[in-house]
């Protein structure tokens, strides 16, 4: 016997899911209704001022997007690894090798104003 558990839970992977005791659940579920009252609680919250004349336009546009994730809910992903990144590419960047530096003489050499120990610039800090 298989019992469904309806959790309420935030899970963006695997629908189902074996849980403590071996039943087998469902890990996230979408039963949202989109309406002018959600609507104007999101944009209240995002301190968006939505003109009414627009807000049949929103609630249609929004309910597509519940819709369309609904349909990518029930894609089968079991055997897919999520993607971290778009390619397979870890890291194209250089290793990092400890080296020396060149020697104060050798700085300074091509520095318009030294006094032997640091680059001479103009003052550009007036203190009152």
Known sequence: MVFFLLLPLIG???LLTILDGGFVGLAYICNMQVDIKLISHLAHLSRLN???EKMD???SDMQD???FVEQLNELDTSGTEPL???GDAV???R???IEGSIPRSEALKNAPSTDDIFFK???VINKQ
């Open 84 to 86: 971290m990144h778009m």
């Open 91 to 93: 890291n194209v960047l």
């Open 12 to 14: 963006p992977n695997n």
């Open 57 to 59: 336009k929103l609630v």
């Open 95 to 97: 290793t990092d090798e």
């Open 65 to 67: 997007l519940v819709l």
């Open 50 to 52: 939505v003109a009414p």
């Open 121 to 123: 610039v103009p003052k």
